[in-house]
């Protein structure tokens, strides 16, 4: 939307909100012009211009500065962005045709807290962290912890059904939502969930949830919250293999018991977390397998090499197929640029090991409850073939479960690229899951996993991998066809292309492929909310309108 038009845009705002709450600076614009998406992390490396920046940054404070905003570009013909913190991963915040990105983050109140309903109502700007310090001061706690939570947002978690850490005990962000507040495409309210547990049609909470400011912009958000745990008991296990460990925990959950935390690492993952925690503990240090990918954080040191060179001399001389120091940084990219043969040589020292996979399980709540729980828990396992580890690995895991957030953007300064993959299914097919998604990356990127998020009826799988090329083109082609090859693979085995780290531009291709028919009420949604199609176009495998102004 450059020229004329973006101007009248700039200039209506401004009358709007003030000239303080409104920017064309190149800065603003460079800095929005992205999210966390790795394929746009590997063009903001090589020091380009940003591809797709908005023309202009609004700063609202209000729902109903929100609606005045929305009205007025529907009026202009201007895109609207909903922006949270900007820590997707999926490129869902890339304003692909310019226009206006809303940053919620001024919104940021905890409006209320009901302790006798256990519901609090919040804007959707504010921090997950500063959320969760505010609702611990009540006693309470609404057990959402993804490993952003330090640089994300309620709006985001909403926007795109957020996965916590705890997610087995406490659920999705879409199960303790009961009600939100939306201004759609069309500048119209659109409040939901007002009255409780109503059967009076559809649930318009759950149509909105998930919708990635393709409908609308959530503003503020009822949700329901639990008593703070009195007592946490967290446990490390080993089994035989990832077979016997998701039977194992399909057969708690089956029984009826609730564990907070649910982790099974792969044998190479476990194998370098085990090798990881012995070292600290020689060393007095305090670190197992990290969060989100399940690559553990590299130990502190007082002098550090690069972060490629961190990951892959410290697991080759882990995995006994090189000594610590003796890697330089064109080694290691060389290891990273031959996946299939770093694969296998990992997997040939993982199964030579053959120390089995590690779990970690963790309980909460109640005194009362939580320690009867974790001893049926844990006895469960036991007479599924796990042995316990003790306490360490569980405690390990818990002090370092956010540092994957801040140790993996560190690889792109070192010419290689590190990314992750979610994906579920039911408990039957899982396992083909794993292998054919394990085996698209694998011929494109080193790659390990862990299996989380686990529900009575199936399980989530977390993919981490990374790899290197010469340049940026080639890297984004190998990035690209990975992507497109290991989404193929999960759709082919039963799978959902997404858990909890939504679709955005990404996964955009396979939405059809895994929602089929239903993409056609998607369609007929996003035509009645956004009659003009400015909400975040180009997104979640939605058409854009044929005579859009706005386009690019």
């Known amino acids: 939307m450059p020229g004329p038009r973006a101007d009248a845009v700039e200039h209506a705002l401004v009358a709007l909100l003030g000239p303080a709450r409104v920017s064309v600076r190149a800065a603003d614009l460079a800095t929005y012009a992205r999210d966390m998406w790795p394929r746009a992390l590997l063009a903001a490396v090589d020091g380009g211009p940003p591809a797709h920046p908005p023309d202009v940054v609004v700063w609202p404070e209000t729902t109903d500065e929100v609606v005045q905003i929305v009205r007025l570009a529907r009026r202009l013909g201007a895109p609207v962005v909903p922006y949270g913190a900007g820590s997707g991963v999926c490129g ?181 977390a085990l090798r990881h925690a012995r070292k600290d503990a020689s060393d007095g240090g305090g670190d197992g397998g990290g969060d989100g990918g399940g690559t553990p954080a590299p130990r502190r040191a007082a002098r550090r090499p690069g972060p490629a060179k961190d990951l892959v001399s410290s697991l080759l001389a882990r995995l006994g197929l090189a000594s610590g120091g003796g890697l330089t940084r064109e080694l290691v990219e060389a290891a990273l640029s031959r996946p299939r043969l770093v694969n296998l040589l990992a997997d040939r020292a993982a199964g030579l090991a053959g120390r089995g996979c590690l779990m970690i399980i963790g309980v909460e709540g109640s005194r009362a409850r939580a320690d009867v729980e974790a001893e049926l828990v844990f006895a469960e396992l036991t007479r599924a073939g796990a042995r316990d580890l003790g306490p360490g690995p569980g405690e390990r895991w818990f002090a370092r479960r956010y540092a994957v957030s801040y140790e993996m953007p560190r690889i792109f300064t070192a010419g290689a690229f590190v990314d992750t993959m979610e994906v579920a299914s039911t408990w039957e097919r899982l396992p083909d899951l794993f292998d054919s998604v394990r085996r698209a990356i694998s011929r494109h990127a080193f790659v390990m996993a862990h299996f989380s998020h686990a529900y009575v009826d199936g399980c989530s799988i977390y993919f981490s991998f990374a790899a290197s090329a010469p340049n940026r083109e080639a890297a984004e082609r190998r990035y690209d066809a990975l992507w497109h090859d290991a989404l193929t693979a999960a759709t082919r085995a039963g799978g959902t292309i997404s858990h909890h780290h939504g679709v955005g531009l990404l996964k955009a291709d396979f939405m059809a492929d895994e929602h089929r028919e239903s993409m056609a009420v998607f369609h007929a949604l996003k035509a009645s909310l956004d009659p003009d199609g400015i909400m975040n176009p180009g997104k979640m495998g939605l058409p854009l309108p044929e005579a859009a102004p706005w386009s690019r």
């Open 92 to 272: 869902g915040a890339v304003p692909l045709h310019g226009g206006i990105t809303i940053d919620l983050k001024r919104m940021d109140r905890v409006l209320s807290i009901d302790r006798d309903a256990l519901v609090c109502e919040a804007e959707a700007g504010i921090n997950g962290e500063h959320l969760e310090r505010e609702l611990a001061r009540k006693g309470l706690t609404l057990g959402h912890f993804p490993s952003s939570i330090y640089c994300s947002t309620l709006g985001g978690w909403l926007a795109t059904r957020s996965g916590g850490q705890m997610s087995t005990r406490y659920g999705k962000i879409e199960d303790v939502t009961l009600g939100l507040t939306c201004v759609t495409g069309a500048g119209d309210l659109l409040e939901t969930g007002r009255h409780g547990r109503a059967a009076a049609g559809p649930d318009f909470t759950q149509l909105l949830l998930g919708s990635e400011g393709t409908l609308g912009v959530i503003t503020r958000a009822r949700l329901r919250v639990r008593p703070a745990p009195e007592v946490r008991h967290l446990r490390g296990f080993v089994v035989d293999d990832l077979t016997a460990g998701t039977e194992a925990i399909r057969r708690v959950l089956q029984r009826g018991l609730q564990p907070a935390v649910v982790r099974l690492y792969d044998a190479l993952d476990s194998l370098m």
